[in-house]
């Protein structure tokens, strides 16, 4: 499943460095980052998207700031979905010129700071452009702006994370876009740069992609007609990692092709956003087990961590594998193992079946780089987990 992740000589490693220490040195719960895997998962998409690809880092997936930091040395752009994650890229020396601002919900205020700096808005709605196009006319400055459509493909995920199909909540339908960028051809505070989509989060197939980009001629067509020029498509991310062992990894250089005929043919830039794809794999959340509980009908390892603080298994039923950071030797037990959240959606992995565990031993939690940490709350007045880069 992780390719990062092996025993070496009986110990955890995550990129052939071995977690244990860490973990003991820093108190658990505590995320484990590795920089390398970040780096790794770097070059792979770019040895798979065609040079000259402009990357947006989907910051909602972790907003470490040292991870922050280390994505915009790679000369990586950054996508962000409010004022709060705005504020903290440029913080970390993102410049203006590679942000890009999506969501569906901008205030006055994002939207106003937005144009201020200079950092280019992705438009969801009619309303929204028009709220745009007053901000910038009021301070009389040119906003720039990117149109999203929603391409009405089955993106074929969970449905809480869908974003690309007519009834999600995301992006124009052609013809609203349309009328959008009829209306700011009026106006000269507002310059259309671009054409966005994103279809979902969490993608094995590189299906939706091939299909979202054949839809898409039939728009950029209508745009042309309308005379609106704009120089590049954004196609969002969600390429997906594999979680479960019965999961195959995306065919990005699929994608990739589609992506590339499509640019080629339309003379436009490519702009992608992922957020998962590089961040996942990097990371594991390292747990202690306080008690092991034998029920009549089950047997719980309890954890030092919960759906407070890896909200996916709760929320959308994810699975996580999850592998004690020394290896298991002693028969096999079927576990459930659970945090101490009072209620019982609280459980990090059910039903899983490990070498007989102790308490006092540590247990990785795997592929919790993206969306992990930056789910977490204070639930119980519990306190956050640590996080550490190495
Ligand atoms: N661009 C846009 C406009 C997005 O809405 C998203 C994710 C991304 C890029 C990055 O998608 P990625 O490459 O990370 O799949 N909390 C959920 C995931 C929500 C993703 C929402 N949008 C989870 O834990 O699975």
Sequence with gaps: MNPFLKYINGTLCLAGKPLHPVAARFGTPVYIYSKEVINEKLLELRENFPDGTIFHYAVKANTNPQILKFIRSKKIGADVVSLGELKRVLKCGFKPNSIVFSGVGKSEEEIRFAIKKNILLNIECLSEALRVQKLATSLKKAARVSLRINPDVDADTHPYITTGFRENKFGMAQEELIEVSQKLSQSSCVIVEGLSFHIGSQ????????????????????????????????????????????EKPILLSEIARAAKEFTRKWGLELHCEPGRYLLAQSGVLVTLIEYIKKTQAKNFAIVNTGMHHLARPALYGAFHNILPLKQGRGSIIRYEIVGPICESADAIGKGRDLHELNEGEFLAVCDVGAYGFVMASNYNLQPLPKEILV
């Design 203 to 246: 993608r094995l197939s590189d299906r939706p992609y091939v299909d979202a980009f054949s839809k898409l001629s039939e728009v950029v067509n209508a745009l042309k007609a309308s005379h609106t020029h704009f120089k590049h498509i954004n196609m969002g991310g969600g390429f997906g990692i594999p979680y479960q062992m019965s």
